[in-house]
């Protein structure tokens, strides 16, 4: 399960692009919570603090806790805006939700057990397609991570969503298909090696087509010089 978050905030009593400047220049991180079927509230919050918890790596995927003036809020990241240039946020939005609200999260995917697979032994190497998984769980029960085993594969093996094993009440929020989280692939080199290994099986029976008709020449050769 992912850890959660606590953020101070304190609210906004002004809009526009101005203030958000304003705020901005002072350390602060102009944000908004909604959801719920509440009104919305304008919030700002440290951009010291909120770049540290964004460092985590799960942010995205963490019930974050708004303390807005001594009130809890229980919430979900849904995005944060950054600079182009500077790659500072800008603005964030928090998702309102209640203790076990059904959320739609993007779970980081971690491979394991490479040193048991047999394609990856051989020199396949793993090609990941996704690494992360769109999930839909209750929000009291987020996985921090959902780790994949990839112990027996060969190379040309793939890794699809109906191989995974998900925690207890989640499940995949793409239902239409069973779509390819991973594959074990051979490297360029060892293409390479393949096809030249076909190349000389299919020039050895040409060599050895061009000696028998060389072989048969040669008899009618002495023949006429007879």
């Known amino acids: ?21 304003d705020l901005r220049r002072n350390g602060r991180v102009p944000a908004v919570i909604y959801g719920n079927k509440q009104d919305p509230v304008s919030i700002h919050v440290e951009e010291k ?19 807005v003036g001594g009130k809890p809020v229980r919430t979900l990241p849904k995005d944060v805006a950054f600079d182009v240039v500077t790659d500072r946020p800008l603005h964030v939005d928090f998702l309102r939700i209640g203790e076990h609200s059904t959320v739609h999260v993007n779970v980081p995917v971690v491979f394991t057990d490479e040193e048991d697979s047999q394609g990856i032994k051989k020199g396949g190497v793993l ?29 040309g093996d793939s890794v699809h969503i109906s191989n995974v094993k998900l ?51 040669a008899p009618a050769a002495e023949g006429d010089a007879e």
């Open 49 to 67: 603090e909120l770049v540290r918890q964004l460092m985590t790596g799960h942010f995205m995927n963490s019930v974050v806790m708004i303390d």
């Open 167 to 217: 925690p207890k009440g989640a499940k995949s929020a793409i239902d239409d298909r069973d779509f390819t989280i991973a594959t074990i692939v051979a490297p360029s080199a060892l293409k390479s090696a393949e096809g030249d290994n076909e190349t000389e099986a299919a020039e050895a029976p040409a060599e050895a087509v061009e000696g028998e008709a060389a072989a048969e020449e």
């Open 127 to 155: 090609n990941v397609v996704r690494h992360e998984l769109e999930l839909v769980v209750d929000a009291a029960d987020i996985p921090a991570e959902i780790q994949i085993s990839l112990a027996g594969l060969e190379v």
């Open 1 to 21: 399960m992912s850890d959660q978050m606590t953020l101070a905030a304190e609210t906004r009593d002004r809009g526009g692009k101005g203030a958000s400047r």
